[in-house]
């Protein structure tokens, strides 16, 4: 089964030949919004979610395309005595009726109040901007480090938790689902020396430990390669996590190569947090169709799992393993997760999935 993940290029709708009182006005106009990208003295406008009209008068896009807008003026054409605010900003006319955006087109319309205070929008283009440089200090920091995330690392995700542009993930699957590739982690197998050729965590695993006890021989030693976590692609609640193994089964001999599925469901238990259900886990060679390959990963794996296939693939059920997830950062290109045991997660998104399981 090939995963294909969620595409991020949704269209933003922006404000534009907008016109804004410094002294706080409200009376201030925004004419209209489209496809584009703008700023207000020199200020950029925070992005509009396509689903930003909640009471949903017209249809499912800010401004032009959904808010009947409230005029300045005075009273013109009432659409179907709906509640006389602009859904965007919930800003109610003078005369208590909306029009038609249409019969408002050159008219001056309230500002929606994402365009309403400059204040607002410096510091949001200020967070935004902090954010940024805290990810790229944080990507400098994982990758000039040995091992599991320094504490100058930790307090960098400290500083952009308090940063975090959605922290209510629930309403936002078009940001929390999609395929991500893990960068660093807390996580490590305990009293296992943290080392440079450990992967992408800080220690060699157990195979026990990786699988949930579910495949022997369960102290074989493995090093997770890469690790990748597939959210909501082949179903909404889909929670894949496929770790890249590298398995040593003999000095002066190629390491064996493979992969741990452990595939799950999630549900949020909060707008922040979610609970994992992990149902199976698969162990297999990377490259089943090369048959040398094949051969010496069953002369490993096959006797102490029967139930191994031809193509060298076992799969458990698992007894309803449950994990949670505490959402420090999401946005469009980082995700940090802390888990139930506190191991921290840094991932970033992926454009597709970077592997086939």
């Known amino acids: 089964m090939s995963s294909s993940c969620s595409n991020m290029s949704a269209h933003l709708l922006l404000p534009i030949n907008v016109s804004l009182c410094i002294s706080g006005n409200r009376s201030s106009a925004v004419t209209w919004c489209r496809v584009a990208s703008h700023s207000v003295a020199g200020r950029r406008l925070p992005i509009f979610s396509s689903a930003v009209c909640t009471k949903g008068l017209v249809s499912k896009r800010c401004c032009r395309s959904c808010c009947a807008f409230v005029s300045s003026g005075g009273a013109k054409s009432a ?52 954010a940024a440089k805290l990810k790229e200090e944080l990507l ?14 930790l307090t960098l995700i400290a500083k952009l938790e308090k940063l975090n542009p959605y922290p209510e993930a629930r309403e936002l699957p078009h940001l929390f689902n999609g395929c991500f590739e893990a960068v660093k982690s807390t996580l490590k197998q305990k009293g296992r020396e943290e080392r440079k050729d450990a992967g992408v965590f800080a220690t060699t695993f157990t195979l026990g430990r990786v699988a949930f006890n579910a495949f022997k021989p369960l102290g074989q030693e493995v090093v997770i390669t890469e690790t990748y976590n597939h959210v909501g692609q082949a179903s909404e609640d889909e929670y894949l996590i496929i770790s890249k193994i590298s398995v040593k089964v003999g000095e002066g001999e190629e390491p064996l190569e493979g992969l741990v599925v452990n595939a799950g469901k999630f549900s949020f238990v909060n707008p922040k947090d979610v609970e994992v259900v992990f149902v199976t886990t698969t162990l297999r060679p990377l490259h089943p169709e090369k048959e040398n390959d094949l051969r010496r990963w069953k002369e490993v794996f096959q006797e102490a799992n029967p139930s191994m296939d031809e193509r060298g693939f076992v799969t458990v059920q698992l007894p309803a393993a449950k994990g949670k997830l505490d959402l420090l950062y999401l946005d469009e290109e980082m995700r940090i997760t802390k888990g139930n045991l506190g191991n921290v997660f840094v991932t970033n998104r992926l454009k597709q999935s970077a592997v086939s399981v």
Do not use: M, W
Not at 81 to 97: D, F, H, I, K, M
Not at 140 to 153: I, N, P
């Open 140 to 153: 400098y920091q994982a990758s000039e480090t040995v091992g599991s995330l320094s504490e100058e690392s």
């Open 79 to 130: 659409i179907d005595n709906r509640e006389s605010s602009c859904c965007c900003c919930s800003t109610s006319s003078s005369s208590g009726s909306l029009f038609q955006p249409a019969a408002v087109k050159h008219e001056r319309v309230t500002a929606c109040s994402a365009v309403q205070n400059l204040g607002d929008l410096s510091e949001s283009q200020t967070d935004r901007d902090t």
